[in-house]
Nanobody, 126 residues
């Protein structure tokens, strides 16, 4: 059973950077694709980025493309989300979630991700 724990959130000024980490327990984590999602106050949770099990394929929401980079280190059982040029509209709770190797596509709708981490707060404000 894979379990996920996010870290690295915090308060940052507009234009700043943060790196989020998603640390996993479980020997089979390297078999799972992983997605990052976020939920801003009063809004629906939305997709941010996804990475295949090997790290060779990535996919981003248009709103973060060119600013965020998803990567992984399977030896460390960790997936990262490097966030640059942060904007106030990036303020949200960020979640990572694992996608079973049952699915042939490394990305998909939220209900195809399980388990989820507890989330980490990112606040972009001056």
């Amino acid at each position: 059973q894979v379990q996920l724990v996010e870290s690295g959130g915090g308060l940052v000024q507009p234009g700043g950077s943060l790196r989020l980490s998603c640390a996993a327990s479980g020997r089979t984590f390297s078999h799972y694709a992983v997605g990052w999602f976020r939920q801003a106050p009063g809004k629906e949770r939305e997709f941010v980025a996804a990475i295949s099990w090997s790290g060779s394929s990535t996919y981003y929401a248009d709103s973060v493309k060119g600013r965020f980079t998803i990567s992984r280190d399977n030896a460390e059982n960790t997936v990262y989300l490097q966030m640059n040029s942060l904007k106030p509209e990036d303020t949200a709770v960020y979640y990572c979630a694992a996608r079973s190797p049952y699915y042939t596509d490394f990305k998909g709708p939220e209900d195809e991700y399980d388990p989820w981490g507890q989330g980490t707060q990112v606040t972009v404000s001056s």
